[in-house]
């Protein structure tokens, strides 16, 4: 067990943001992980998954338990059916290829999402119609005061949209350890009504998708909207798209005929908030070394030296424009530190 005193947390973001821990230590087993939350309790903690999901404002004045548990293994398995056990370090979309190579079904909708699986069922990744909640039996976690492990079901997780209790009353409280998911071995339940994939597969002439076409599908569309993080710092979607009223959104059609919609409820829909975005008049706009991607508005790029700072006032100019313009409010999907 090495702890590294004032490390460097630019490799570790995707956003590439220049900030230091005061302490940094590489987790690869769990008996590290208990002997550090042992003998570390008393400092602040702070816990470091694939990076992919924050925005770095400062350096973090505590230890930085970077967790890299890897492993995957089936648990149980039917004939349709398999359920499959990975370690929080596995990177998402890895898992989603290990899953394909296998014909594995129902998360290839979410195919090329950052991240590692351990933060997975804390932000309840989602994409093209499918949540990770739509797969998710259960999770172990440890509990960073007392080291138990506790197993938590999908009931327990209180799943909303891009929500969980990780992200709010159990806040801290544990570290997610692994993921059980449930997916399909045959008669694969595919979610191909999604426009963009609808509209991807069309032109690849693919009539009868299979599980693995979805996914090519999602990574083309994908690729062609989202910056890598490798060649220019983002952390994908950084707003959520916000769900509002009916009647809300009969007022905002008043001035916006073309304004795009997804039906939640019979009185919510949900508006994307890249058209929002866009619409106000910040799709492409660039300030100094960051900006917003000039092919999709919902994703804050760093162009290289841009501190966190920057893409924060950069989102509150954002939110506060689109609330002046629209009556809107958009909420940040990306977890500000």
Request: proline share 3%; aromatic share 8%; net charge neutral.
């Amino acid at each position: 067990m090495t702890i590294i005193n004032n490390a460097s947390l630019k490799p570790f973001n995707t956003f590439g943001i220049d900030a230091n821990a005061q302490s940094y230590c590489d987790i690869r087993s769990m008996e590290t992980l208990k002997n550090i939350l042992r003998e570390q309790h008393s400092k602040p903690l702070f816990f470091l998954g694939g990076g992919s999901n924050m925005l770095l404002t400062k350096d973090i004045e505590a230890l930085v338990l970077h967790i890299n548990l890897k492993g995957i293994e089936v648990v149980s398995e039917t004939d349709d059916s398999v359920i499959i056990k990975a370690m929080a370090g596995e990177n998402w979309h890895n898992f989603v290829l290990w899953c394909l190579k296998h014909n594995y079904g129902g998360i290839e909708n979410l195919s090329l999402i950052p991240g590692n699986m351990g933060t997975a069922p804390i932000q309840n990744i989602g994409a093209y119609g499918v949540e990770l909640k739509d797969v998710f039996v259960s999770c172990e976690a440890i509990n960073v005061n007392h080291q138990n492990l506790k197993i938590f079901s999908k009931s327990d997780c209180n799943f909303g949209y891009r929500e969980s209790i990780f992200k709010q009353d159990l806040k801290g409280n544990y570290i997610i350890t692994s993921v059980n998911l449930k997916l399909t071995k045959n008669n694969h339940k595919l979610r191909v009504d999604y426009g963009a994939i609808k509209n991807e597969l069309h032109a690849l002439q693919i009539v009868n998708a299979t599980i693995q076409d979805i996914s090519n599908a999602v990574i083309a569309i994908r690729q062609s909207k989202l910056p890598d993080p490798k060649e220019i710092g983002n952390s994908g979607s950084f707003f959520k798209n916000p769900i509002v009223s009916t009647e809300v959104f009969k007022t905002l059609q008043t001035n916006f005929s073309d304004a795009p919609s997804y039906a939640i409820s019979a009185d919510e829909v949900k508006i994307p908030a890249g058209w929002l975005i866009e619409k106000a008049g910040f799709k492409g706009k660039r300030f100094k070394d960051y900006g917003v991607h000039d092919k999709q508005a919902l994703v804050l790029v760093n162009y290289g030296n841009a501190s966190g700072k920057d893409i924060l006032e950069l989102a509150q100019l954002i939110q506060k424009t689109v609330k002046r313009l629209f009556n809107i409010k958009i909420e940040t999907e990306v977890n500000i530190l």
